[in-house]
């Protein structure tokens, strides 16, 4: 059973950092591409940046040169670095990976980012 649970979530200040992580059991991590999606209020879901199993990386225009994604596969954890952080930032932000042809997805960790 694949399981995704998100973590490091919160409020920061305009211009503020935070570094999400997400950890991985059911699967053998290292072999696996993942990713962190958010969706805010009113929106669909978006791809904020993606990372193959040999650490190739993606970004969204919107998080290039701010976000950083990465991976610890001794930890089977995968981390999403947010730096300079704006209020339309403001989501609650998913750990996704696909399985077997099957999408799975955390219950998501909210970012606020607000005076």
């Known amino acids: 059973q694949v399981q995704l649970v998100e973590s490091g979530g919160g409020l920061v200040q305009p211009g503020g950092s935070l570094r999400l992580s997400c950890g991985a059991s059911?699967?053998?991590?290292?072999?696996?591409?993942m990713a962190w999606y958010r969706q805010a209020p009113g929106k669909q879901r978006e791809l904020v940046a993606s990372?193959?199993?040999?650490?190739?990386?993606n970004y969204v225009d919107s998080a290039k040169g701010r976000f950083t994604i990465s991976r610890d596969n001794a930890k089977n954890t995968v981390y999403l670095q947010m730096n300079s952080l704006k209020p339309e930032d403001t989501a609650v932000y998913y750990c996704?990976?696909?399985?077997?042809?099957?999408?799975?997805w955390g219950k998501g960790t909210l970012v606020t980012v607000s005076p």
């Open positions: 990372i193959t199993s040999d650490s190739m990386t």
């Open positions: 059911g699967i053998i991590f290292s072999l696996y591409g």
């Open positions: 996704n990976t696909r399985y077997y042809n099957v999408a799975y």
